[in-house]
């Protein structure tokens, strides 16, 4: 699966698991550059390559609760650490519009 922005940047992944309404795991393999090239051998793709999500949502008293997890190298914290709450955030206004 890719995941890109305008210019065709962000990342390929393997959507290893898929439980629909339950379960998804995705390992990355490729960072895309502009235009969509796959990148697997620079810096920063040998420290992305690899990297782990989860979603696994479940109901609770009628609501769906999310729950993320990622393995990921040092190096990502700090980008996950402030643009994921701004990201589940999005996600949660598209998921609860009527």
Same mark, same amino acid.
């Given at each position: 699966m890719r995941f890109v922005g305008a210019n065709g940047s962000g990342t390929l992944a393997h959507l290893t698991i898929v439980e629909p309404h339950k379960h998804i795991k995705a390992i990355h393999?490729?960072? &895309? &550059?502009d235009g969509g090239a796959e990148?697997?051998?620079?810096?920063?793709?040998?420290n992305w390559v690899g990297s782990v999500e989860?979603?696994?949502?479940s109901e609770k008293n009628g609501v769906t609760e999310l729950l993320v997890s990622m393995t990921i190298y040092p190096e990502w914290e700090k980008m996950f650490s402030n643009d994921w709450p701004k990201a &589940?955030?999005?996600l949660k206004d598209l998921c609860e519009e009527k």
């Open positions: 393999n490729a960072i &895309l &550059l990148d697997r051998d620079s810096e920063m793709a040998k989860e979603y696994t949502f &589940l955030a999005a």
